[in-house]
Nanobody
Framework: QVQLVESGGGLVQAGGSLRLSCAAS????????MGWFRQAPGKEREFVAA????????FYADSMKGRFTISRDNAKNTVYLEMNSLKPEDTAVYYC??????????????????WGQGTQVTVSS
């Protein structure tokens, strides 16, 4: 059984930084692309970032480019999301997810099959 467990969320002031981690177990982590999504209260889930299995290619939502960095350590079965210059509008529950290998899109949450429980990120103004 695949499990994804996020950690690293919390309360931070605007302009601050956080590093989220997502530890995977129960599967062959290194062969799957991984993604981060977020959902704010009253809003739909949105794509944040994704990374290929090898870590060689990364994808970002336009509003996160230059502020967020996704990375992975296949030896530790972990994917990370480094978030800098945080804004109040970044407040959301952040989820990591495992991408279906034959998925047609990196940006569509329906192309991901396993999800973590989420970690809350709150940015105060």
């Amino acid at each position: 059984q695949v499990q994804l467990v996020e950690s690293g969320g919390g309360l931070v002031q605007a302009g601050g930084s956080l590093r989220l981690s997502c530890a995977a177990s129960g599967g062959t982590f290194r062969i799957y692309g991984m993604g981060w999504f977020r959902q704010a209260p009253g809003k739909e889930r949105e794509f944040v970032a994704a990374i290929t299995a090898s870590g060689g290619v990364r994808f970002y939502a336009d509003s996160m480019k230059g502020r967020f960095t996704i990375s992975r350590d296949n030896a530790k079965n972990t994917v990370y999301l480094e978030m800098n210059s945080l804004k109040p509008e970044d407040t959301a529950v952040y989820y990591c997810a495992r991408r279906i290998p034959s998925g047609s899109s990196w940006y569509d949450g329906n192309q991901y099959d396993y999800w973590g429980q989420g970690t809350q990120v709150t940015v105060s103004s």
